[in-house]
């Protein structure tokens, strides 16, 4: 495992010390990357010696296989991380990267499960997020599994399974009239009134929000590693993201820095997608305006949840990543998102959350106007698993419950119960 | 890959050829076990050549890594198989295999990922199965991933995601004012009715029942073989298996025969307990009256809905392994499956399936009478992802959607929105 040499921020570039928990830059509120000793990894860390820890493993280490390259500490688990990677049946380079079969459903458990882990390793006993849903949900779970306590802040509108896995899990769960920007301002608003109070150090929340700290990127990035190695060490041509808050694509690019730094890929890195819902789609917005960063994008309203991000905290990294490799931020319907879950459920046998369906329906568009060619290769993240959105997704097809239809009609086909 | 010598009866040891589809045996109706040569296996499936295979490939194999001893065909796969085996917080000896880390959320992946592997090597179009809930959306999946019709019968009241996703997968969805027994009579009625009606062969549906047909129970062994390699090619003393149709359970002792056969494990295979709830424990109740078989169990109702199998078709094979191996079947109320959900979802952060906290109930049931040491190595399946039942486990907890309760109203916990 890496010894961590100091936390960066990705502005101003300060460092700090990793010795005590850190938020944001002292200097600047800038986001803090973890860096290592690159010239001390090149030597312990070697990729041929994943395959092999992991083969002389009975158990699946999950994204721990890339123990190499992450803080040596010891992990919080539930079996997160080295997701299927689907070959499409229609296209010949197109592979669908499964996040869906990650513990509570979504790639949300890379990053709160790394920056759990950190946290109980700092000792910290309250954890505060702001969620749009998912991200709420994993560390309600880490939480649960680590012995620390959650608050965990959501839009009332989330899927029902995200308010279901907060109350099992035992978070202490606000339903919030708002979205996930007024869930982030009353953490802030909670943590400062704790500070006022004199409340024990103890007790004070610490604010695990998106790219306010600095693990989640850093077990996001294994989604980097993760690609690269099932690819046989090769860079695909492009990756299609669903971009919220964006830390997976940020942390896809610190995974393909290191990685290059290692000497474990060469050449072109790929072409960055980042895709949103038209309902909110501040990133694509300023991307197709040229503008360096976005702006707060109002009456935020799509059923791809995850996505009702109206102002990502990184949307400029977001933007220089997707600008500097050459790809682009685009955003699509409700409708067009529906249509994809529904193809891609029918065709491949793959049901997509909403906001995989944003990146299939990139893919498709772009496969149509010809900027992408089918032989192309390209990795496509399905965020998060279909079922984790039954409630939204039965909503958008006008499908109601089975059970408030007369008894005994054929539903959805030809059958007629005898 | 192991080529397929005959298919076997279970009961009269009946032997037919794999070259053609077979469901049951022709002479007495009992299920037919794949059987392969095991003096040519012995030379070529070597145990150290799975990891070595697993770690050759750059993506996961998941239960293909076990391609030496599985039908020597094309797989249609969706990542099912290698799933997390997570180590208990709590207890030194507990081991849980989280099944709904598998595609469409269950164990159901495994059976049917073979058994439609196995359909479209054969050139069958139209497959069509009586369920529960799981087995419909898995096979809906399948079917949709391998090109074939799916058609798929289920009870009314099954949790929303199994309803949604057969839809979604373009399956031929027939909800039943029933239980899975009136739709299997369903099934096979709308067979008969086909075949009397002469039509074409190609259009016939091929009944893909639990036990009805060979390769569901090959896809389930691979639960055996994967339990005993996580734990380093050793048996442990227990497992602890939710059991509905069974197939899982009977799966994993063809597993361990297999396994000693080709000397890939030895010793004193594990205690097999079965788990079922108490509204709906027809093989619970066999095993406590000291009979062969079970009977058909009046008024079955519980929301471990996956468990709602009235009479199994392998209650006899079942409850004959219960007996041999020294493990014993017991059933569970929804008040102690669900005391245990929250339990485990609080403790350990794995959200269990409704079918799942039988066994954990279980298991606390047996270490609180000194029945089980919590040394004692026990591996316990949680055979479905506790998302996929949302809504019965909401209802379970009298939870109510969010949206319905005033607005700014602190659900769940101790903070007011501001």
Redesign the interface.
């Known amino acids: 495992m890496a010894v961590i040499a100091s936390l960066e921020c990705a502005r101003c570039h300060h460092h700090v010390s990793a010795e005590t928990p850190q938020t944001l830059c002292p200097l600047c509120a800038g986001s803090l990357y973890v860096r290592y000793d690159m010239d001390k990894l090149r030597q312990t860390a070697k990729r041929e010696d994943i ?2 820890r ?3 493993s ?3 280490l ?1 994204m721990w296989r890339y123990c190499s390259v992450l803080p040596d500490v010891t992990p919080v ?3 997160e991380g ?5 070959h499409s ?1 229609r296209y010949p380079g197109l592979y669908i990267k ?1 996040e869906g ?5 979504t790639f949300k458990a890379r990053g709160l499960g790394l920056a759990v882990t950190m946290a109980r390793h700092y000792g910290l006993q309250h954890l505060a997020v702001p969620s749009a849903g998912n991200a709420a949900g994993a560390l309600a ?7 620390i306590k959650a ?1 965990i ?1 959501m839009p ?2 989330v899927p ?2 995200n ?15 708002g979205l996930i920007s007024d869930c982030a ?2 953490v802030a ?2 943590i400062k009134a704790q500070r006022e109070a004199n409340t024990p150090t103890s007790e004070v929340w610490f604010d695990i929000s998106t790219l306010k700290e600095p693990f989640r990127v850093e077990g996001k990035k294994t989604m980097g590693y993760e690609l690269v ?5 090769q860079y695909p041509d492009a990756v299609f993201y669903p971009t919220g808050g964006g830390v997976g694509l940020i942390g896809m690019w610190k995974a393909f820095e290191e990685m290059e730094q290692l000497g474990w890929v060469t050449g072109k890195r790929p072409k960055m997608y980042a895709l949103q819902a038209s309902g909110c789609a501040p990133v694509a917005k300023a991307f197709e305006e040229g503008k360096p960063a976005s702006e707060f994008f109002q009456n935020a309203a799509t059923f791809a949840a995850g996505l009702r991000v109206p102002k990502p905290y990184g949307d400029a990294i977001i933007l220089d990543i997707v600008r500097q490799s050459g790809g682009k931020a685009l955003a699509f319907s409700d409708e067009e998102i529906l249509a994809s ?2 193809d891609y ?7 997509l959350s909403p906001e995989g369906a944003t990146a299939t329906a990139a893919y498709d568009a772009l496969i149509a106007t010809g900027d992408l060619k089918p032989t192309d290769k390209v990795v496509l993240f399905n965020t998060g ?4 959105y ?2 939204m ?2 909503e958008a ?1 006008h ?1 109601k ?3 408030t ?1 007369p ?12």
Do not use: C
């Open positions: 395959a092999a992991a083969a002389a009975p158990t699946s999950g688990t539930l079996g080295w997701t299927p990677m689907l049946k499964e079969a990650n513990p509570t459903g779970a880490y939480a649960a599994a680590a012995g608050h802040f009332q509108d029902f399974a308010y279901v896995e907060g109350i099992v899990y035992g978070a202490n769960v606000t339903m919030v009239d301002r009353m608003e909670n190695e099932q690819l046989g060490w879950i529904l459920a029918k065709h491949e046998g793959i049901f698993a279909g079922l984790k039954t409630d997704t039965a097809m499908l419950r089975p059970g239809l008894k005994s009609m054929p539903v959805g086909g030809i059958i007629t119960p005898q």
